[in-house]
């Protein structure tokens, strides 16, 4: 097995349960409410959000969809932000992102049904003070920036870093 072939099948165990762990919490969530069609949830971003915010919320959500399947289909390539990274930075950024799903999954966890992908206050909001929520004001953007780092340094292309 080539080195670029094991760090995409790396960069997937990464990616795949980070997506999952997030899946997995806001249908938690919607579970927990009154069902809403997608298009009274895009009104309920947007008036969190503004049009802006919403737009780039959908934005990422679009490029993920794009961007992952390009570097696992046709990566290395020059004209996809290949970058030339030594393997031993590769796998910092698999050790940084076990640590950051780890992270990830207790932030969630933490959060349970207080999780909200818009920033919104609802009736039955809680302030959230254990967890990592105990030591660290924003934890879930803190983990979000280094295991996006994580995805960049494991497929060394800069097409994952879209934060």
């Given at each position: ?36 069609s997608w298009k ?92 990592p929520y105990r ?29």
């Amino acid at each position: 097995m080539n080195g670029d072939l094991l760090f995409r099948i790396l960069f997937l165990v990464l990616f795949v349960p980070g997506t999952g762990i997030r899946g997995y919490y806001t249908r938690r969530v919607r579970a927990t409410g009154k069902r809403r069609s997608w298009k009274e949830r895009l009104s309920d971003t947007v008036r969190a959000e503004g049009k802006t915010g919403a737009i780039f919320l959908i934005g990422q959500g679009v490029y993920l969809i794009i961007a992952v399947p390009l570097y696992l289909l046709l990566s290395p390539s020059p004209l996809w932000f290949d970058l030339r990274l030594a393997d031993w930075l590769r796998w910092i950024g698999v050790a940084l992102g076990v640590l950051s799903l780890t992270f990830l999954a207790w932030v969630h966890y933490t959060l349970d049904k207080h999780l909200d992908v818009s920033l919104s206050l609802r009736e039955d909001h809680v302030l959230v003070t254990n967890g990592p929520y105990r030591r660290i004001r924003h934890p879930m953007y803190t983990v979000c920036v280094v295991y996006f780092f994580a995805w960049v340094l494991v497929s060394s292309n800069l097409l994952l870093h879209y934060i």
